[in-house]
């Protein structure tokens, strides 16, 4: 079964960059479609990034494209997510979750095709 941990979050002040790791054991993160969630308190959580097996063309959330970039090195199993340009809006845990669709090789997903997540890491942008 999969496992994930999520490191590298923190406070930062608005306008600063954090890099979020995901380190996955129990099997081989190739295998997988990796996706970053955030869940801010009182709301939903929602998808930020999303990179298929493929390991290109990544779904990029509206609210972060431009700031925020997701990469994988499978020969690590780990995935990463750069966030740059921080705002206080971004502040919320954020997990990564994986999805498996054989045949599949892109990076749309649906949040119910995510079955392994990790605990995540809380990220607070303020001053």
């Known amino acids: 079964q999969v496992q994930l941990v999520e490191s590298g979050g923190g406070l930062v002040q608005p306008g600063g960059s954090l890099r979020l790791t995901c380190r996955v054991s129990?099997?081989?993160?190739?295998?997988?479609?990796i996706a970053w969630f955030r869940q801010a308190p009182g709301k939903e959580r929602e998808e930020v990034a999303c990179?298929?097996?493929?390991?290109?063309?990544?779904n990029i959330a509206d609210s972060v494209k431009g700031r925020f970039a997701i990469s994988r090195d499978n020969a690590k199993n780990t995935a990463y997510l750069q966030m740059n340009s921080l705002k206080p809006e971004d502040t919320a845990v954020y997990h990564c979750?994986?999805?498996?669709?054989?045949?599949?090789?892109?990076?749309?997903?649906?949040?119910?095709?995510?079955?392994?997540w990790g605990q995540g890491t809380q990220v607070t942008v303020s001053s």
């Open positions: 129990g099997d081989s993160l190739a295998r997988y479609a």
């Open positions: 990179l298929g097996t493929g390991g290109n063309n990544p």
């Open positions: 979750a994986t999805a498996r669709l054989p045949g599949y090789s892109g990076s749309y997903y649906h949040k119910s095709d995510f079955d392994a």
